[in-house]
C-alpha cells in the first residue's frame, strides 16, 4: 500500500457530463503528479503540482481539463463536458524524493 | 523529449526460472533516474526498483535486479526464482530532471509495458 488513495474508483458517465476525481495522497508527498492511461498503455504526464502551485501542465491537458491542489494536500481532477476520448484510467502519484507512489487510479468510462 | 521503449510486448516463464525485460531509451541528459513498476491486473502500480544514472552499480532489490548500461542506453530487468505472483504489467520509466523553465519537476515517461506471465 503507497498510502496514496483516490476516489471514485470507477465512474461511468455521459458524453457532456461534467466529472471530478480525488486524489488523496500522504502528507508527506509535498509533489502530486496526474497521468493518464488507455488500456494497454503506458501512464501519460498530465499535471504537476509542488504543493499548491500548479508548475506544470502537459499538452494533453485540454482546455476542459482543471485541476487543483488547495492547502497543498489532496487534489482534484475535473474533466469538462467529457467525450468518449476521456475514457481512460487517471492515475495520481505522490512524490518522496525521486520516487512516486501511485493511487490506485480512477477508471472513467464515457459513454 | 525523451522517450522509453520495451519492445516485448509480452513474456512468459516458468515458476522459478529467471526472465529478464528488455527497456532502451533516449535523452540528452547525463543525470536522471530510471524505474521498474508493476502493474498487477486492476491493481496498483507498485515501484520495483530504481536506479540512479550517475551510480555504475546496478540497483538490487531481492530477486529483482537491473542491467543498466549507460552508453547504450539500456535498463533491464531480471527476474529471478520467478514466483506466480510477478505475473503482471511492467513498466520502465524515465525520471526527467528538468521541467519546463528548467526547475526540476520529475514527470515519469513510460514504455508501452510488458505482460509477464507465470506459469506454474
Known amino acids: 500500500d503507497t498510502g496514496v488513495s483516490q476516489n471514485p474508483r470507477h465512474k461511468i458517465t455521459k458524453r457532456g457530463q461534467n466529472v471530478t476525481f480525488r486524489c488523496d495522497p500522504i502528507s508527506e508527498h509535498n509533489r502530486l503528479y496526474w497521468y493518464r492511461q488507455t488500456l494497454g498503455q503506458g501512464p501519460e504526464f498530465l499535471t504537476y503540482f509542488q504543493n499548491e502551485a500548479q508548475l506544470e501542465k502537459s499538452r494533453l491537458l485540454s482546455d476542459r481539463f482543471s485541476a487543483e491542489r488547495p492547502k497543498g494536500s489532496f487534489s482534484t481532477l475535473e474533466i469538462q463536458r467529457t467525450e468518449q476520448g476521456d475514457s481512460a484510467m487517471y492515475l495520481c502519484?505522490?512524490?518522496?524524493?525521486?520516487?512516486?507512489?501511485f493511487g490506485p487510479g480512477t477508471r472513467l468510462l464515457v459513454l | 523529449a525523451q522517450t522509453v521503449t520495451q519492445s516485448q510486448p509480452e513474456m512468459s516463464v516458468q515458476e522459478a526460472e529467471t526472465v529478464t525485460l528488455s527497456c532502451t531509451y533516449d535523452t540528452s541528459e547525463s543525470d536522471y533516474y530510471l524505474f521498474w513498476y508493476k502493474q498487477p491486473p486492476s491493481r496498483q502500480m507498485i515501484l520495483v526498483i530504481r536506479q540512479e544514472a550517475y551510480k555504475q552499480q546496478n540497483a538490487t532489490e531481492n530477486r529483482f535486479s537491473v542491467n543498466f548500461q549507460k552508453a547504450a542506453k539500456s535498463f533491464s530487468l531480471k527476474i529471478s526464482d520467478s514466483q506466480l505472483g510477478d505475473a503482471a504489467m511492467y513498466f520502465c520509466?524515465?525520471?526527467?530532471?528538468?521541467?519546463?523553465?528548467?526547475?526540476?519537476?520529475?514527470?515519469?515517461?513510460f514504455g508501452q509495458g510488458t505482460i509477464l506471465t507465470v506459469h506454474p
Open positions: 520509466a524515465y525520471r526527467s530532471p528538468r521541467g519546463a523553465g528548467g526547475t526540476s519537476y520529475g514527470k515519469l515517461t
Open positions: 502519484a505522490g512524490g518522496l524524493g525521486e520516487t512516486q507512489y
